[in-house]
């Protein structure tokens, strides 16, 4: 089964393995024009990428592979609604 984020709702079990997914500071996800680009790893995920998601408490969580050859590859993030 998924797990909880911190405020109670469930990951997909299609993000994680009961461990894959973590809130994350906003400061760790930059939203620029190519899509969103996570400090971490560098790596840079376009904005209509599936694995993009509305996060369901307006915070981000990042779902990442933790070890392998895709170890710190976005599996599942979840962002906050834009502001208009």
């Not at 997914?21 to 996570?38: F, K, L, M, N, T």
């Not at 993009?52 to 050859?69: E, I, M, N, T, Y």
């Amino acid at each position: 089964m998924a797990h909880d984020a911190p405020t109670g709702w469930k990951y997909p079990f299609a993000c994680c393995a009961n461990y894959d997914c973590q809130e994350v500071p906003d400061a760790s996800i930059v939203e620029g024009a190519r899509g969103y680009e996570i400090r971490k790893t560098g790596e840079l995920i376009p904005m209509s990428d599936k694995r993009v998601r509305q996060s369901p408490d307006g915070k981000f969580h990042w779902c990442a592979h933790q070890a392998g050859l895709d170890a710190g590859k976005t599996i599942c993030l979840f962002v906050p609604p834009r502001s208009f």
